[in-house]
């Protein structure tokens, strides 16, 4: 696998539309594990960390992603599932939901960290028949949160 210097090499002389091929490039990688493993992979992943001024619910786990993972997963076949998982959290109720319907589809889940899984994502990484850690990854704290108005719009404060 390639460092993140080098796929960021790889994204600057690729294009589509003259922006970076993020998606091809991401699919690419992806692919490459499939071929490697012989398991399914889904990638769960959002910018949180490059769009910190974002409403929490365009980043976090919240009742869409349910819908959305249910799509990706309904012409998967086999028993076997790679989650890559980078996220913040936030729905309890949403993680719940999402492990409840995985582990109806697949009997064996890996769930892999490249960097960071914090509070209903580390709950959905704990739901996993293994996990895989890079060597600065982390599984954060399941803090639950609400969200409340302020100055700055509608944040998530511990509760």
């Not at 993680?95 to 580390?122: C, G, N, W």
Request: hydrophobic share 40%.
């Amino acid at each position: 696998m390639p460092t993140w210097s080098e796929i960021l090499q790889e994204l600057n002389v690729t294009s589509v539309q003259g922006q970076p091929d993020f998606d091809g490039v991401r699919r690419k990688y992806l692919v490459q594990l499939y071929q490697y493993t012989k398991r399914n992979v889904i990638l769960y992943a959002s910018g949180w960390l490059q769009k910190r001024n974002a409403p929490p619910e365009l980043t976090s786990i919240n009742d869409e992603d349910v819908q959305a993972l249910m799509e990706v997963c309904y012409a998967l076949d086999g028993n076997n599932l790679d989650l890559i998982i980078h996220s913040p959290g936030s729905s309890p109720e949403a993680a719940e939901a999402i492990v409840s319907y995985l582990r109806s589809r697949f009997s064996d889940i890996r769930v892999i960290v490249p960097q960071l899984a914090m509070s209903a994502a580390t709950m959905i990484a704990c739901s996993g028949d293994q996990i895989m850690l890079g060597k600065y990854s982390s599984l954060g704290p399941t803090d639950p949160q609400i969200l409340t108005a302020t100055s700055l719009g509608v944040r998530a404060l511990p509760a």
